[in-house]
């Protein structure tokens, strides 16, 4: 299939299609440091040619929505809503709804530094307010140390009350009940889409894939293809290079839909 191929059921359906992107290892290249990550150069002038000639553009991220709008530049994109941490928290148009803190992140947060006391070098927590990251990428041995915390990280999830979200050299600590996939169900149903264009690079991006295809909808999956995961790849319709095969199909969108 050649790239405009692939692209007809959202350039047929454009003005009712929803644009749902992930941010980091889709709109963002993979960094060591979490807190340096930033979107492509070209992730924000491709969503403002897009914005005018689709229903949405929507970011479903794990990020906390406000840090997903800062390291993407997104603050003055039009038709531009981001769900935060897999869709517990909103931004658009300059507005920002978060929920009450779950009990358990609060324990977990105390609990953790003890835990990982004895973890090698280079494990770091991203405290996200709602959810804890712990990662690995910076460790020696990284899916090594990843292998070794699972069972540490899945006993305090079970303590906490908190489900395990696994991911790239990470394992987030997050609320039960939310995920990618009732994220982008009910944005989708709330916009009334009439097609889907899903991209996505971690596991956690397997529900926004999956709910996509129970919408039934025209839709077109994009794997923002990488070594570290498989997964989304045997369930998408096109894998690309990484951000910047993604960046580059929805300049190739935008142009067809500016003609
Ligand atoms: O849903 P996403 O937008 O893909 O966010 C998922 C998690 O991504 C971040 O971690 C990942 O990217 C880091 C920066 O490139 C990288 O260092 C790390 O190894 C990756 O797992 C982010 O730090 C998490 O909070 C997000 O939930």
Redesign the pocket.
């Known amino acids: 299939m050649t790239i405009p191929d692939v692209l007809a059921p959202i350039i047929d359906h454009s003005g009712e299609a929803v644009i749902a992107l992930?941010?980091?290892?889709?709109?963002?290249?993979?960094?060591?440091?979490?807190?340096?990550?930033r979107a492509h150069p070209q992730a924000a002038p491709v969503l403002r040619r897009l914005a005018p000639h689709v229903r949405s553009l929507v970011?479903?991220?794990?990020?906390?929505a406000l840090?997903?709008v800062e390291y993407g530049g997104f603050e003055t994109i039009p038709n531009l809503t981001v769900l935060g941490?897999?869709g517990l928290e909103r931004w658009s148009d300059g507005t920002y709804t978060t929920p009450e803190e779950h009990p358990g992140v609060a324990e977990a947060r105390r609990k953790l530094p003890l835990i990982l006391e004895r973890q090698p070098a280079g494990v770091l927590v991203?405290d996200?307010g709602h959810?804890l990251?712990v990662?690995?990428?910076?460790a020696a041995e990284?899916q090594v140390t990843l292998d070794r915390l699972r069972s540490i990280v899945d006993a305090l999830a079970e303590r906490t009350g908190l489900h395990v979200?696994p991911?790239?050299?990470?394992l987030?600590l997050r609320p039960p009940g939310v995920d990618?996939g009732a994220a982008l169900t009910a944005y989708a149903r709330e916009t009334k889409a009439g097609a889907l264009l899903v991209a996505?690079?971690?596991l956690?991006?397997l529900a926004a894939f999956a709910a996509a295809d129970a919408l039934g909808l025209p839709a077109l999956k994009v794997c923002s293809g990488s070594d570290e995961v498989t997964a989304l790849a045997d369930r998408a319709d096109i894998v690309v290079d990484g951000p910047e095969g993604v960046v580059a199909l929805l300049a190739e969108l935008a142009g067809a839909l500016e003609h």
């Open positions: 992930d941010f980091d290892g889709t709109l963002a290249p993979i960094v060591a440091d979490p807190a340096a990550a970011i479903i991220t794990g990020r906390p840090s997903a941490q897999y991203e996200k959810a990251a990662h690995t990428r910076q990284p979200e991911g790239r050299f990470v987030e990618k996505g690079d971690d956690g991006d």
